[in-house]
């Protein structure tokens, strides 16, 4: 059956919803000090992962980033699972011993969150070779941060992927900020994307704030790699609402690396305020209904704790399962 405009961006609505709602009860639990360790959020970069992975079915693959939760959300992954895995408890995707940044379920063709900034592109590379020689269609998404384009592994797997016209689209999330760089202090050329040249990639650069933009832009591109059209870097500009990581003395209007301007700027422009009103205004759906959806997601999120709550500790035997030296 035909999917209709409206239930799509309903579709999209919901999606990025439900991230953001997780971002906020994740920072919540943080700090409560119920969840342990280092939790870097994605409030305000939802219209990319939804537009892309909306397209993307379970045999495609992602890798992921430090800042992966609606990576994997978007994805298809279990909110209960991954809420599990951030309170480092063994009924989460890793049994508690990946914790937020380590994020991985091959079953719906994700190849992992990664601490090490960069390390994906390797991964996304390989997974398009092995779909290339499988030739079973699948297409990898690489999803990276600005700052994640200056590693010598996108220099390496960019070239590779032109070379061997592999099926992987590079989606970088330009949030103009590594940490607390500015984006035109660690590179020269402009935008992410103008690096595509380089090496032969097709590249554009739209409004990562805007779930439409993003999901025509991939329906696209999506179209073409299948087709055997080759790699295509896609660069998302965009804005984190948070600090770098929960903890990050930015956050809290301290204003220590990024300006007040700026902020205000981009948080006029959020992804999830911009297609809620586009619902209201151009579609005429009511503000009950949305709310409907929010109390849905909400009562989800409650599950998905309370889960994570009950679930019990790892065992000190699993310490050095899954380890190699
Ligand atoms: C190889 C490596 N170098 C440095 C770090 C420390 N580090 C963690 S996140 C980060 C910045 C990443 O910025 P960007 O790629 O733009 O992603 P964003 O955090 O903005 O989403 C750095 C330098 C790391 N984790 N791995
Ligand atoms: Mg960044």
């Known amino acids: ?24 009860r994740a920072a919540s639990l943080y700090e409560a000090a119920e969840i ?36 994997l959300i978007a994805k298809g992954g279990k909110l209960r699972l991954m809420m599990a895995e951030l309170f480092g408890k063994s009924t989460g995707y890793c ?15 994700i190849l992992g969150s990664n601490g090490i900034v960069g390390a994906g592109f390797p991964i996304a590379t390989g997974a398009g070779l092995a779909a290339k020689t499988y030739g079973d269609g699948a297409v990898s998404v690489c999803f990276f941060g600005d700052a994640a384009s200056n590693r010598g592994t996108f220099h390496e797997s960019l070239n590779l992927a032109a070379v ?10 330009n949030n103009q900020y590594g940490i607390s760089m500015n984006v035109k202090d ?34 696209g591109i999506l179209k073409d790699v299948r087709d055997g059209g080759g790699p295509f870097l896609l660069e998302c500009m965009t804005w984190r609402h948070r600090g770098h990581f929960e903890g990050d003395p930015d956050f809290c209007n301290d204003y220590l690396y990024r300006s007040k301007e700026e902020d205000e700027y981009w948080l006029a422009r959020d992804p999830i305020a911009g297609l809620r009103n586009t619902l209201v205004d151009e579609y ?7 709310d409907r959806v929010r109390a849905e997601i909400l009562r989800e999120l409650d599950d998905a704790v309370e889960f994570a709550r009950q679930s019990p500790e790892p065992d000190a035997s699993e310490m050095l399962r899954g380890v190699f030296a």
């Open 186 to 219: 660690a590179m020269k050329v402009e935008h992410v994307a103008d690096r595509g040249a380089a090496y032969g990639i097709k590249s554009a650069t739209i409004d990562g704030n805007d779930v439409i933009a993003v999901s025509e832009a991939m329906e």
């Open 36 to 71: 342990l360790g280092f939790v870097h959020l994605y409030a305000g970069e939802e219209a990319i992962a939804a537009g892309v992975c909306g397209h993307l079915t379970e045999k495609d693959y992602i890798t992921s980033t430090h800042r992966g939760h609606g990576h």
């Open 1 to 24: 059956m035909e999917i209709t405009a409206l239930e799509k961006l309903l579709e999209h609505y919901r999606m990025m919803l439900t991230i953001r709602e997780f971002e906020l």
């Open 284 to 290: 005429g759906i009511g503000l009950a209904r949305l």
């Open 164 to 173: 061997w016209n592999l099926p992987v689209i590079y989606v970088c999330e």
């Open 95 to 109: 049994g508690g011993k990946g914790g937020s940044m380590h994020i991985c379920d091959p079953s719906l063709g």
